[in-house]
């Protein structure tokens, strides 16, 4: 079975631009959750979803936003790109929420430049 | 928040050796895991361990909820060994949600 798969692998962009990154789940998986994690420091939460519902969200500006669609997939929106926005973007799937292994996709390297 | 500390930050090994990485963590938690992630990224589960013991080949972990810690063992280290090990823990963020909240992790150099 396929694991979590995310795209793109690498993407460059510039201060102010927007962009938008895609996660598929393991099949049957019905929550996804969003992570940042910047060099040298552990991913850092930024938003869950289950059930195409927003179940949480972490400490991040509201530049930072998300959605899940129908089939459980989700795309991660950030709009007016900083540079401290360059980061590895994780996407976590699991069946359900709470109780439940978180398993992760490769991950999305984002560069602003 | 929840705080979750890993100790040691860092950690350099000759192959063969045995180590032990620690995670200790602030206040309950619903679950812990504990990953490895490789040179491109990916964060590998290891361990889904709430509490008590698991093995899988030579790596092994505990986790004693009540005293708020969990160990991972790794034995007869091999290069491919190599990499940062993160814990993560899982707890109730308010509102339904339950996020995962990361050490900063060991990075582990298993040198030949």
């Known amino acids: 079975d396929a694991g979590v798969t995310q795209s793109p692998t690498h993407l460059i962009k510039t201060r102010g631009q927007h962009v938008t990154l895609r996660c598929s789940p393991i099949s049957g998986h019905k929550s996804v959750s969003w992570y940042q994690q910047v060099l040298g420091q552990g991913p850092q939460f930024i938003f869950q979803y289950y059930e195409k519902e927003e179940r949480g969200r972490g400490n991040f500006p509201d530049r930072f936003s998300a959605r899940q669609f129908p089939n459980y997939s989700s795309e991660l929106n950030v709009n007016a790109l900083l540079l401290g926005d360059s980061a590895l973007y994780l996407c976590?799937?699991?069946?359900?929420?709470?109780?439940?292994?978180?398993?992760f996709g490769p991950g999305t390297r984002l560069t602003v430049l | 928040g929840i705080q979750v500390e890993q100790s040691p930050p860092d950690l350099i090994l000759q192959e063969g050796a045995n180590s032990t990485l620690r995670c200790n963590f602030s206040d309950s938690v619903n679950n812990l895991q504990w990953f490895h992630q490789n040179p491109w990224g990916q964060l590998i589960n290891l361990f889904y361990i709430p509490s008590g013991t698991k093995q899988n080949g030579r790596l092994s972990a505990t986790t004693v909820a009540t005293e708020r810690y969990s160990l991972l063992y790794i034995s007869s280290s091999q290069t491919t060994d190599s990499g940062v090990y993160f814990c993560a823990v899982e707890r109730s963020g308010g509102a339904g949600s339950y996020q995962l909240t990361f050490g900063k992790g060991t990075k582990l150099s298993v040198i030949p």
């Open positions: 976590a799937s699991s069946f359900r929420v709470p109780y439940n292994e978180q398993f």
